[in-house]
């Protein structure tokens, strides 16, 4: 099992940067694709992006072109610029490990798909 640890997340106004951190610890050669996810009251889990061992990535709609996930594999660190942030990306964002096979294919955005979680960490953007 994989314990994840996030953090980074706090108050911005529109326009501004975050920058998103997740430490793993545990056993982290299982988690060979890592992912951020965010949440909103009454609403399902939104894949922001995704990150398998060898750096290729996967980004949803909502992130492309503002949002970069990175990791450290040394570190054991994942990471998440974001950046022009918007007022609806206020959310609680998680980070989330899973096997390897799960950042190939389109599962990878499904929180199913993903059996370790940290505890969140909020992102407040104001207009």
């Known amino acids: 099992q994989v314990q994840l640890a996030e953090s980074g997340g706090g108050s911005v106004q529109a326009g501004g940067s975050l920058r998103l951190s997740c430490a793993a610890s545990g056993n982290t050669y299982s988690a060979n694709c890592m992912a951020w996810f965010r949440q909103t009251p009454g609403k399902e889990r939104e894949g922001i992006a995704a990150?398998?061992?060898?750096?290729?990535?996967s980004y949803g709609d909502s992130a492309k072109g503002r949002f970069t996930i990175s990791q450290d594999n040394a570190k054991k660190t994942l990471t998440l610029q974001a950046n022009s942030l918007k007022p609806e990306d206020t959310a609680m964002y998680y980070c989330?490990?899973?096997?390897?096979?799960?950042?190939?294919?389109?599962?990878?955005?499904?929180?199913?798909?993903?059996?370790?979680w940290g505890q969140g960490t909020q992102v407040t953007v104001s207009s």
């Open positions: 989330a490990a899973a096997d390897w096979y799960t950042c190939f294919s389109a599962s990878w955005s499904n929180a199913d798909s993903y059996k370790s």
């Open positions: 990150i398998d061992s060898d750096g290729r990535t």
